[in-house]
């Protein structure tokens, strides 16, 4: 039998993300723009629970691992050939232009546009070697972590010796009132202005070093075939072992400090940022442990796993596509829920929404080779050279 030309894994991996990630956008796409699963969507105790659930299963630690998976696949299009440089560049650009229209038209979090400029910014990285790489990781993961720690130490300051100022109420994003009972055109203002101020600043400041970061793994991933069978087994067995060791336990903690916090008479956003950072700081324990487990899957049981297989193939049209159907779902413009279910029905549609896009990706691939946007991005991004 012959072996396909594509490895398993990453589009393994990239399906199970696209997952994650949705779960973790889904709150700020049905419930509030810019607080997401907080205040009054976490009483109670079912809806208590699936938040923490989310918490310390999801947040912070998919887009690691889809940040990962970039970095791993700049290195398959770069191939170590300085000349495929420039092709990076346009892909990177098309990312941007197509983060553009995402985050104007269909999702405030849009990644796509951050990606394209920090992808950028792997330039210079490309052809350094793996030592230099190790060093760059760890140095902007120290960065970020410090710049967290600083905040943190700030805000709780400010709330202990502060208080009537630091007590305001989480204020509600000119994005919800639209989503509950305007149209599709007057949404692109405030999701507009939503992404400026919550992609750009705050998601930069919590996400993008460690984005970055993760990138710089992928890179180094690549070049040692790590994601290619025969898997390293004892590598493997040592993410698995760190992170239920380590990293599950830590993020069970946080979670639970957090959904308590926000259960509480009084809410202390200290406690709730100081969470949120330190659940960050050891996110990539967890997220490493998800890739020991799916490699771990694949060894041993592939069937278990395979079938997520096509979604990462298309992971870009799929992305779109999960923004597109919860416009539809949550938007006054399709069937308007927008604020009127609770958490634990968000998340069944967040995986009805991923398992619809599994099988359609399944059914478009039996026809055509590639997905259709990452079709265009291959056109605009291809070499023009004669062969």
């Not at 460690?210 to 994601?227: E, H, I, M, P």
């Not at 960050?280 to 890739?291: I, N, R, T």
């Not at 069937?303 to 096509?310: G, I, Q, T």
């Amino acid at each position: 039998m012959l072996k396909s030309e594509r490895d398993i894994a990453p589009d393994v991996l990239r399906g199970f993300a696209l997952f994650g990630i949705l779960v973790v956008n889904i709150p700020f796409m049905a419930l509030s723009s810019e607080n997401g699963a907080r205040g009054e969507y976490v009483q109670g105790a079912l809806n208590g629970s699936v938040a923490l659930v989310m918490l310390a299963l999801f947040a912070g630690k998919f887009y690691l691992l889809f940040s990962f998976l970039f970095g791993f696949s700049s290195g398959y299009i770069v191939k170590n050939e300085r000349s495929n440089r420039w092709r990076w560049v346009r892909r990177c650009i098309v990312l941007m232009a197509l983060g553009g229209l995402h985050f104007t038209f269909l999702w405030h979090g849009d990644i796509l546009f951050m990606y394209g400029a920090f992808g950028l910014l792997l330039i210079p990285f490309f052809f350094r070697t793996d030592r230099t790489l190790k060093i760059w990781t760890r140095i902007i993961y120290s960065i970020s972590s410090t710049i967290l720690i600083v905040l943190g130490s700030l805000i709780y300051i400010a709330e202990r010796y502060f208080p009537e100022e630091s007590s305001a109420p989480l204020p509600e994003s000119g994005l919800d009132e639209v989503l509950r009972n305007s149209t599709f055109l007057e949404s692109i203002a405030p999701r507009v202005d939503l992404w400026v101020w919550g992609v750009l600043g705050a998601g930069l400041i919590l996400q993008g070093g460690f984005a970055f970061a993760a990138f710089l793994y992928g890179l180094r991933t690549q070049r040692s075939g790590f994601l290619k069978e025969p898997f390293d087994t004892q590598r493997i067995s040592r993410m698995i072992k760190n992170g239920l060791i380590f990293g599950l336990p830590i993020q069970v903690v946080c979670a639970t400090i957090a959904i308590r916090n926000e259960q509480s008479a009084d809410v202390s956003e200290a406690i709730n940022l100081a969470t949120l950072f330190f659940a960050f700081l050891a996110a990539p324990l967890l997220s490493m442990f998800y890739v020991g487990v799916i490699l771990k899957l694949i060894m041993t049981k592939p069937h278990l796993v395979a079938w997520m297989r096509p979604a990462g193939r298309m992971s870009l049209t799929v992305y779109i596509g999960e923004s597109v159907l919860a416009s539809i779902i949550f938007g006054p413009w399709g069937l308007g829920l927008f604020q009127k279910l609770e958490i634990w029905v968000v998340m069944l549609i967040a995986l009805a929404i991923w398992l619809l896009l599994v099988w359609a990706s399944t059914q478009w691939l039996k026809r055509y080779s590639q997905g259709p946007l990452e079709w265009v991005v291959h056109q605009l991004t291809r070499s023009r050279k004669a062969t």
